[in-house]
């Protein structure tokens, strides 16, 4: 819906928590624009803190990027995973905006 909208959006997270339960993970930044950087930061410390403390069972984040692969730029979106017990990773979904639709492939960048 943002890609969508705006076409950006911001860093934003999901869980499942201790209950089973999927939620959204939220961040609070005293300023009303904040950089995406910014509530990265923030949205990955609160995840990692989650996941650690037993709240989240898994929680991933959703960013955007650009990808160069084999001298094409894809546009597309990182998803951060985090998981107890589990090293972190990431997987990537390329996109396309069409005027009333997206449509998303996998990409397997090699970096």
Known sequence: ??????????????CVDKNNQLRPVGVYVDDEYPSALT???????????G?????????AI?????????DVVYDAIEIRVFEDGVKDYKEYLGYHTYGTHI?????NPSF
């Open 39 to 49: 509530v990265l930061s923030i949205l990955e410390k609160n995840v990692k803190k």
């Open 62 to 70: 959703a960013l955007e990027v650009t990808i160069k692969e084999n």
């Open 1 to 14: 819906m943002f890609l969508l909208d705006a076409g950006e959006f911001y860093p934003f997270g999901s």
């Open 103 to 107: 449509e998303f492939f996998q990409l």
């Open 51 to 59: 996941v650690e403390e037993g709240n989240y069972k898994i929680a």
